[in-house]
């Protein structure tokens, strides 16, 4: 449950991050440190800051940058890439295309998802089958995203570590290279300014995105330089802002983690509004479910669950893999589960089926 912060931690992960494959790591100081600060930010909002991730800014930069270029484009060939169910919800959305709770977000975006193969998902995957839609123009968007989309995913399950840590796992649990596989969500999104809303102001058209938690593990937001849109609800309902950092993602609790945390970590509610007359470009990767890890690395936090003999990929898919608070979080949590099984599938299709007009 998220407390009453009123400003969201900054953590220098870059201890972690150099450390996060080295097997004493679990007797440094500084890994201990980072580890220690991701748990009081996990618990107090369920939001933070990452400094130090080793992304280069140049990349970061240019990923804004390329964003920003797309969607200066005219509307017509914007449409060229257009989403719908048909392309598994890949491509791009209009403004008010979104929905959230019911009313149309003012923002325009490109989804993309990790790309699967018919069947891989088996029947659950099918509404995501589909290979994602990027745009010719700007010419190097796609090789540009890919990129990043990789340093972005080996970002998250270092991050994951320091969370399974978190959650009290011990050195020995976490050996061994279960490289990750999880599934993605990128999310390049465009908010347009104030003045710009199709000339007119209602209260409701400021609402760039509304108030919804993220559906996965982790999520990892680069932010537009130089304005503040992205705000964080606390346990007394104040919408609490997360302004732009140089250098940092802001990172954030997704339902999954929730559940398995058995709510030691919450998914914290967030919104965008921009009110500034500056059109506003943010790029968000969500780091979902993982058959590899991290999901297998908690599941042999269980007691009794011995950790060389977890299911191979192959055995498990991660779709339709049933999340359920851990043990170690519900005897840390007064021995309720507080969530009954979820299934990562289900949630990210229930919410496909009602996001769009
Ligand atoms: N894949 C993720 N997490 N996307 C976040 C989008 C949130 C808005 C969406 N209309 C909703 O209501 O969920
Ligand atoms: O634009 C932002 O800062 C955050 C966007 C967001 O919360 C989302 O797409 O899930
Ligand atoms: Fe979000």
């Keep these: 449950m998220a407390t009453d912060f009123k400003s969201i931690p900054i953590i220098d992960i870059s201890p972690l991050v150099a450390k996060c494959d080295d097997p004493k790591r679990v007797q440094d100081p500084d890994v201990l440190e980072v580890v220690g600060q991701l748990d009081q930010a996990c618990r107090e909002a369920g939001f933070f800051y990452v400094k130090g991730h080793g992304i280069p800014d140049s990349l970061i930069k240019d990923i804004k940058n390329v964003t920003r270029k797309f969607f200066d484009l005219p509307y017509e ?84 570590r320091g969370i399974a840590l978190a959650l009290g796992g011990s050195a020995d649990e976490f050996e061994g290279e279960r490289a990750g596989d999880a599934f993605w969500v990128l999310r390049v999104i465009g908010y347009p300014g104030v003045s710009n809303t199709n000339g007119q102001n209602a209260p409701e058209n400021d609402i760039g995105c509304g108030a919804h938690t993220d559906y996965g593990l982790v999520t990892l937001v680069n932010q537009d330089d130089g304005i503040t849109a992205l705000q964080v609800r606390n346990l007394s309902g104040e919408w609490i802002s997360a302004p732009p950092i140089p250098g940092t993602f802001v990172c954030n609790i997704g339902d999954m983690l929730k559940i398995w945390s058995n709510g030691m970590y919450d998914s914290t509610l967030h919104r965008v509004i921009n009110n500034s007359p500056k059109y506003r470009v943010c790029v968000a990767y969500f780091y979902e479910v993982s058959p590899t890890y991290p999901f297998y690395a908690l599941s042999s936090l269980a007691p009794g669950n011995d950790p060389h003999t977890v299911p191979s990929l192959h055995e498990q898919p991660n779709f339709d893999a049933a999340v359920e608070p851990l043990d170690i979080c519900k005897e840390k949590t007064g021995g309720i589960k507080k969530f009954g099984k979820a299934v990562y599938g289900e949630h990210l299709a229930s919410k496909l089926e009602t996001n769009f007009v």
């Design 77 to 160: 060939e914007k449409l060229k890439i257009k989403l719908s169910a048909a392309t598994g919800y890949r491509g791009y959305q209009r403004i008010g295309e979104n929905i959230t709770k019911g009313i149309p977000d003012m923002h325009e975006a490109i989804d993309c998802y990790r790309e699967i193969t018919p069947g891989m998902y088996g029947a659950l995957g099918k509404i995501i089958e589909g290979v994602n839609q990027w745009p010719h123009d700007p010419p190097y968007f796609k090789v540009l995203m890919e990129e990043y989309i990789s340093f972005c995913r080996d970002l998250s399950r270092k991050i994951m």
